[in-house]
């Protein structure tokens, strides 16, 4: 950790700092230059936060020197992690494909759309049953018995099931009937939630907030390691910025740059990421040909009837277009798509 | 709500649309262009949501004519609100200051910065018994014993008190403690806490997100009050910008735009909307002057010494001396600071 | 146009706006609903545009229909517009690399660069004679003595070259030297500027501003084409958000949304929209996957010794990998790289 | 300067760089930690940027210590500096209130707002002859004759005239009838035309780029006093992010930022900062209550026949009702307003 000092302090202030950096059993050291002193800390940084150095008043910015995450880290652990969602392996060399509805509407709608996706050899289901929406006059979800409605329909079709946990009190619930468990992106700093996910025994997929830097992410995964579960997959999902022209920015760089700064796997939300159908395609390409592990993708059986999202949710025929499309971009990354 | 078709959808689509519409009970409407085909629904917005016409292959775009949100808006309700915290108003001539520590950490350092509030005549105490921090590796709060603490030092002072409450299973607890219920601005999405809060009967203070509209926020505010809760003060705290200068954007522009929209009242957050103790006071006068309801501030009896956001914490002198400052200007406010 | 009445607007401004659109010539729509009034006006939009209708103190709001934009627009020119650049097409079947060093230094070393991104089959050379540098203290550039290098390092290799220009009276100078002119971001609403490059008789290459959004790009090149000159190739290179972890955030879905929306060619600039030598391959790779007609990267013969933005060029070595891996994304694509 | 060293950069790459930045004459630093070695370099970090030390394959971060800024800033000038607009100082007691139309569209139109500025007292006329509008198709002003009109207008009432100059060609012409040249938000990043303005004996009114940070507002200021001009006014008119219930947003946290960091004056432009009249007036009191030196205000005698940005102008009424209510404020302040 780098501590600039105003230029007011005296040496009694660095001498009290670098006490205190001493006492904490890491390395003080003194830099005085000729417009600014420089005192540095070389050591766990994770101590040092307890120090709060900048919230001393001789002190001008910290400047941390290494990262705040320490499990997620790729330093801590160099090689990738490959996550099993219901023995389909996430952050390996098939590029993963889950797919299904915004919203789990009904059996019907739900087997049929399972059915289209196994077709087109999607690898793993999504459906929402808890929905975690803007309006609360908006449709929330069939809650327990859209749970059952997605289990029936993974059954049936032998495809792994994710589906979206809104409150810690919720997940043994959904636990009890998914192989993955979805915290959404304005749950991403819910740290309750990512507690109990933490502790569920059950592979945690972790969308990005719409306000988060990816080291906020990064960190959002390390409540969830460091409650005991390494299964953590992370989903970008689009960032809020000024542009209007699509719903969200879908921010494909923070896949290369997780790449180089965790070894958990990436996958990319192309749907609520762009929020328009005509962009799924072109952007699900650049995810996998920038790195990313896997697709996460809303399909429904007829978009215009769809009680959430039809906006951007592809048709069966479009679903299986994308993975005719997607093939030769996933091996020109050197990876299978099905 | 205002329906663009694209260019090459037909009458026939046209009339399926308005079909749709007018099965809905609403008026339809439709108006042809020599470039475009419009379409217009008049009537009750929520219902329109339900079609999900934005869905459909053949809209180009929708446009919404009406707010959102109903029970929070100011046509519903043209008179402001004034929310009473523990015998305090909040929305009415005075100039609410909330203040105190980022979080409890001991009996006597609450009644230290508690004593020091209350000679300044701040008007409610403020303290985090459950900490949401980004690192899972800092100080979370003494949760109970903390609320515990806080509720000694409200009483001793005479201040009714304010805490967060992370989760919805906390609601009970902390509302058998706290005089208002805080949301944070990373759970203002948090759906299910924000029926908890609805439910509990208690005032709420939320937060708004720090990646959320202000449209956002009050669409939040919706869900508590159809959860039966009339008792919402929303406050300003800050948004994710480019800007490295402040820790977040404080986005005064939202104290006016919400007044103009909604009847509730607006607090404004100084301390995490700029994260820099030094911009505490300019930027709370600057809330005072374009109409805030309130301030809600950090103050530490030892910022230097804080287990979390030193850095933003005023010294007991320092708030002192706001309520100083800040008194000219809420008389040119036409309000009172006391 | 839809012109949104506020609550109190009566019958008599609905008449006398109706009566304005009508006097443009324009079919005016009057829609009376329960909660609000909705005008409509049926036409070129250019024209509403002087009426200025959301000045008038009884509107509440404006909606435009049709894209501000005319003539960069697809529904005015449907087919793919191709660009040549010194006889390099742009905009056809072959992914354009166009590279080079950030700033112009010496012969030897353009002439090294242009060496190397020649062995590699770059398509255009690259390099910057008039620089915009945020400090006034940095390297500004060789002017006049860097247009002449770069056009022997140019005829020597048989490349075409573009550079940058600063400023409307540069216009002259800098199409003597250059096969297309470009437009930075800092300079995409320099309007002078564009009027200028509008009239040079070369083409254009027209960076993104880091605040603007892809409607104010390609009214950008709107006044490009307006001022006589259809030879416009649009670049994505990064907008300004809150995330830290690039320089800038490089938004690739701008690339298929101007694709819908306008016949121009994009391409696509990873070094500057990411800031980060080692994010340039894999976003590049997602540049053409997602449909860019082109590449701009930055190639320095020693990248420790750039007198600007060094930490964001490839060395010769990496470039020829770049070119190698890129060969199957653009293969995936249906084209061709080189 | 701090340099962070990868993980896996020996010790014969910190000596190379060691003795870099000795050859330039600064005290070089080594402080070997257990997970990454920093490297320090003390003296005039302008200097240290010609090393481009962050284009080092080992190097992963670099951060400064002292800001890149040096004319502007506050350490290197402690006391704030008045500008002479006219003969009416900015930066001193009184807060000066700039006021006009848009665009200057006739000489009647300007003498009657002219007037009811002079009117209510306010202290500076604006006007634009040449304007940058997004559309190339919207009036783009009067020119010369605008510049003419201004002057009359000016010299009529006895005010001083600020007007926008949009490139450098243009500077003499501008500077001929105007007491200050304003640079817009677009051009903020427009080196020649910074430097043509440094040139021009004239003081400047340097508006906020929508994309740029603060920091980039002094990096700009300082290439105008750079090239010899100290009498530079700051404006902050909004930045761009993703609430859209504002046009832009204002920043006002960017007005103690300055003020703490240079010795400039620094104005407000609440009309363009939000883009809607309804909001100028409670803008403009929080801007004087943050510390503001005074207002640029948009104000038309019929703003809904105004040619450009009638959305946001003032009524004569509504501006001599902003005077009367600002009054308290600036006393709040300490300052005076007329």
Do not use: W
Not at 100 to 127: F, H, K, N, W, Y
Not at 296 to 321: I, K, N, T, W
């Amino acid at each position: 950790m780098i501590i600039v000092l105003k230029p007011e302090a005296t040496r009694q202030h660095a001498d009290e700092l670098l006490a205190r950096i001493g006492a904490l059993g890491l390395t003080p050291l003194h830099m005085p230059g000729t417009e600014r002193v420089v005192l540095g800390a070389l050591g766990d940084e994770r101590q040092l936060e307890q120090l709060q150095l900048d919230a001393h008043p001789m002190v001008e910015s910290v400047q941390r020197v290494l990262a705040p995450y320490k499990l997620v880290s790729r330093e801590m652990h160099p090689h990738d992690t490959v996550v099993s969602v219901g023995g389909v392996p996430v952050g390996g060399v098939r590029v993963v494909v889950m797919a299904g509805p915004c919203a789990v509407e009904s059996a019907e709608q739900m087997r049929e759309t399972a059915d289209a996706i196994r077709a087109a050899r999607g690898a793993v289901l999504r459906g929402g049953a808890f929905k975690p929406r803007t309006s609360p006059y908006a449709f929330q979800g069939l809650g327990r018995r859209g749970l059952e409605i997605l289990r029936e329909a993974a059954d049936a079709t032998g495809l792994p099931a994710v589906t979206e946990v809104l409150d810690a009190a919720d997940v043994p619930l959904v636990a009890e009937f998914a192989d993955a468990l979805q915290v959404g992106a304005r749950n991403m700093q819910n740290f309750r939630l990512l507690q109990a996910v933490g502790a569920a025994g059950k592979p945690v997929l972790l969308k990005r907030g719409m306000g988060a830097k990816v080291e906020d992410l990064l960190m959002a995964a390390e409540y969830v390691l460091a409650a005991g579960n390494p299964d953590v997959i992370l989903c970008e999902r689009g960032i809020q910025t000024f542009e209007t022209a699509t719903r969200n920015t879908l921010d494909l760089n923070a896949v290369p740059v997780i790449k180089q700064r965790s070894h958990l796997p990436v996958i990319v939300d192309p749907s609520h990421g762009t929020g328009r159908r005509e962009l799924v395609i072109p952007m699900a390409k650049a995810a996998v040909a920038c790195g990313a592990d896997g697709l996460l993708v809303e399909v429904h059986r007829d978009p215009a009837a769809a009680l959430s999202d039809g906006r951007q949710s592809l048709y069966p025929a479009q679903f299986a277009a994308l993975m005719n499309e997607l093939e030769p971009f996933a091996a020109a990354a050197g990876r299978t798509l099905r």
